[in-house]
């Protein structure tokens, strides 16, 4: 697949700040550093916001939301999910993530949040996704869909990130 990079370019001081502020509000453990280097950048149909040069979100409709790339460099404490080892391959195929295969997952997340999800055993992130119910839900409840993958390992974005590091 060809991951060729259109119209990348850098955004002015008060556009990287609005960004930031809205990551942050979605992952306060986050700590930015000062002068980072925030471009923006389309490939495939996907705008990519990338940080000191590595692509690390990506725009799913209005929402800014982590490459794994991401979660791997500025790993955030909060917006968990935790899925038992036999979910692994489900997730890691692109795979919505079911209740029953949920062991944790962070309190604070209510429904439409922005989601991690890694698996008990190396707590490594596998998937992005949007909950479908809240975080407490998700561990009590052991029927139906919890989360709507939207990245994960081996998908497009995962490829153009692994290509371009």
Known sequence: MNFKVKNRHRLKDKDSRQILKEIKQNFESINFKQNLIIEIG?????????????PCFFYHGKK?????NGLDKFTPINK???????AVKFVTNGADVMAPGIVDADNEIVENDQVWICDKLNRKPLAVGIALI?????V??????????????????????????
Request: glycine content about 10%.
């Open 64 to 68: 800014i939301i982590f490459t794994l």
């Open 80 to 86: 968990f999910v935790i899925v038992d080892m036999g």
């Open 140 to 165: 009590k409840t052991n029927k139906g869909k919890a989360i709507n993958v939207i990245h994960h390992v081996g998908d497009s974005i995962w490829n153009f990130v692994a290509k371009s590091l």
């Open 134 to 138: 809240s975080g407490e839900q998700m």
């Open 42 to 54: 389309e490939v495939n149909g996907i705008n990519f916001i990338f940080i000191n040069g590595d």
